[in-house]
């Protein structure tokens, strides 16, 4: 089983559209969880990290489910802009010194 | 603005080929990393480094090393190129009190071993 999974995709959703991502991890002492974005050919970006609590970041919203250990990202009002590969990531030692990568889920946002 | 900085953003190299690639970052940070990006493998980790002249494997390190004799600097070097190391070469760093930063992505060197 894979340390980090995501579904790769790919998501095809109208501008405008609300879509969601799950990610899910293996190791239960995971502590810091990211999500990152990739355009095509380009580096992965963070996105935003991933708090206990759920946080939010203007039309993206980020959960942490402890429990299930699983990850979640909630992209409101789609642009088409939004178009790239979103990237789970998952660190398991507390310095962030190392990172677990998913393999990324596609999406493309159509006008 | 933060950056990293890859030496070179396409490389056309010959098998056997010894082959440097440059990563310098300006933010101070502890922890250096170099990955490379296939399709359907995503990232994965060649070498890292969370101090000067300290180095550590990754998951993939065979045919690799590397080296950092300044903080700012960690060269990935491919002993002798093959074809197999083809591939999208990105660096990284991070700093100790960053858990809520993630990682810096330098922009990548595309290394294709003809």
């Known amino acids: 089983r894979k340390e980090v999974e995501q579904d790769p995709g790919p998501f095809n959703v109208p501008e405008g559209a609300t879509v969601a991502f799950n990610c899910t991890y293996s190791?239960?002492?995971?502590?810091?969880f990211f999500w990152y974005r990739q355009d095509c050919r380009k580096e992965p970006k963070l996105l935003m990290s991933v708090y206990s609590s759920g946080n939010e970041d203007g039309r993206f919203t980020a959960q942490l489910n402890r429990a299930s250990q699983y990850i979640s990202l909630l992209i409101r009002d789609s642009k088409l802009s939004d178009s790239a590969t979103y990237l789970c990531v998952v660190s398991n030692a507390g310095n962030n010194r190392k990172l677990i990568w998913g393999l990324g889920t596609s999406l493309a946002v159509n006008p | 603005d933060v950056k990293v900085t890859q030496s070179s953003r396409y490389l056309v190299k010959r098998t056997g080929e010894k082959v440097f690639l440059e990563c310098v970052q300006d933010m101070d940070h502890e922890n250096m990393f170099w990955y490379r990006q296939d399709p359907g493998l995503g990232l994965r980790l060649i070498y890292f480094?969370?101090?000067?002249?300290?180095?550590e494997k990754g998951d993939i390190p065979e045919g690799y090393s590397v080296s950092r004799e300044k903080k700012e600097r960690f060269s990935l070097i491919l002993e002798s190129a093959s074809t197999n190391q083809t591939s999208m070469y990105l660096c990284?760093?991070?700093?100790?009190?960053?858990?809520?930063?993630?990682?810096?992505f330098g922009s990548g060197t595309r290394l294709t071993v003809v």
């Open positions: 480094s969370y101090d000067v002249k300290m180095k």
């Open positions: 190791n239960s002492a995971s502590q810091s």
């Open positions: 990284a760093s991070s700093s100790w009190t960053g858990a809520r930063g993630g990682y810096t």
